[in-house]
């Protein structure tokens, strides 16, 4: 009887912790935030999700319409996954550094989740000392925002007006829209304010961690955290300003093309590189791995997404690989084709595979 009830208890307790691992890293995330997080571990099984930033609000020629997109316009379908940017938020300004209205992007994210696909968030803050997120001659920014430092009580604020707007992101039955947040990306990289250059991996991590209980002691429980370094030469790199197994949920990379002779090698080569430690480290984690940014600047190359992207990605379980976005006004700037641009029937081929997912293909990714 005893010895029954010993097994009984362990077993339980193996169930327990097993899914308390699995869950996100915020302990009190939403129904539908969890749900998200199931989701975004199965759906490797089925396929990989594309991912545009800003594709609902603007495109080569165009900003604004409704139900417009590039990637839609090419396709017929939406992104799985639609990226944002909330730089200049922090500053309580009404426009983003992008000069999108926020409540634009506010009720376009809420659209989004409607229509049953997921938002992701990038956040290029200012410098706390001044200037841009790119202003990054100083290393003494991030020291400045910790506690006991001299911008801390001015972060907090910007803190706050970013814990107002995640807590406004709701639908119509009041319910919070989830959102995969990736702040303080490109971290092993030196040109952002919070990188390798800028400060130590000591720094960045109480940065990290300093934001998320922040959040959630303001009732987020929304998010779901990407940790998302640059391109990284092997495992330890990318690890190195790890902000640990608590405070992450999603592994996440940022990887260009670049413009050598070689590029396209060199970019399936990286890609695959890193994507592959990412994913054995996601899975011992019980966590996620996406290829959280990537691209060509402007496309050249006609048939690099079937040539290129896929070949960087086919067979690796990744949830989703985002491209960044076609801006609509200042010098051009696409990384998803537009009707007419050279590489458009590669795309349609790249959106038939059936292994790529797009919107009208998701589950539904919230129950
Ligand atoms: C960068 C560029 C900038 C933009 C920023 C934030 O990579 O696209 O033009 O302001 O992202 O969206």
């Not at 997921?118 to 202003?135: F, K, Q, R, Y």
């Not at 093309?257 to 990412?278: P, W, Y």
């Not at 996406?290 to 949830?319: D, T």
Request: charged residues 20%; aromatic residues 14%.
């Amino acid at each position: 009887m005893k010895a029954k009830k010993f097994l009984l208890i362990t077993v339980f307790s193996f169930l327990t912790v097993g899914i308390v691992q699995a869950g996100p890293v915020d302990r009190n995330a939403t129904k539908e935030t969890r749900a998200l997080y199931a989701h975004l571990k199965k759906i490797t099984r089925k396929g990989i999700m594309f991912g545009h930033q800003d594709d609902a609000l603007y495109g080569v020629g165009w900003k604004y319409d409704w139900n417009r997109s590039d990637v839609k316009s090419v396709t017929g379908d939406y992104p799985a996954v639609f990226g944002w940017e909330l730089g200049h938020l922090e500053l309580g300004h009404s426009n983003s550094l992008d000069s999108v209205n926020f409540d634009t992007i506010r009720s376009r994210i809420r659209e989004v989740y409607r229509q049953g696909a997921v938002n992701t968030i990038s956040w290029h803050l200012n410098n706390p000392l001044g200037g841009t997120a790119w202003d990054s001659k100083t290393t003494k920014a991030v020291e400045s925002v910790l506690p006991g430092g001299k911008e801390h009580q001015k972060f907090n604020l910007w803190l706050n007006r970013l814990a107002n707007f995640f807590l406004s992101l709701r639908d119509d039955h009041g319910r919070l829209v989830p959102i995969m947040f990736r702040p303080y990306h490109e971290m092993t990289g030196g040109w952002f304010w919070w990188g390798a250059k800028q400060c130590t991996p000591k720094e960045y991590v109480a940065l990290w961690r300093y934001t998320v209980n922040y959040l959630e002691s303001k009732g987020v429980h929304n998010l779901l955290y990407i940790y998302s370094p640059a391109t990284a030469p092997n495992s330890e790199t990318y690890f190195e300003r790890y902000p640990g197994n608590k405070y992450v949920d999603i592994l996440g990379v940022d990887i260009y093309q670049g413009k050598s002779k070689n590029a396209s090698e060199e970019f399936i080569r990286n890609t695959r590189l890193d994507l592959t430690f990412m994913v054995k480290a996601a899975k011992k984690r019980h966590k996620v791995a996406v290829l959280s940014e990537a691209g060509l600047y402007n496309i050249p190359i006609s048939n690099w997404w079937i040539h290129v992207l896929w070949k960087a990605i086919k067979n690796i379980p990744i949830a989703y690989v985002l491209v960044w976005r076609n801006a609509c006004s200042g010098p051009t700037q696409f990384f998803a084709p537009y009707p007419g641009q050279v590489s458009e029937k590669d795309f349609q081929a790249f959106k038939n595979n059936p292994k790529t997912i797009f919107e009208s293909q998701l589950p539904n990714m919230y129950k």
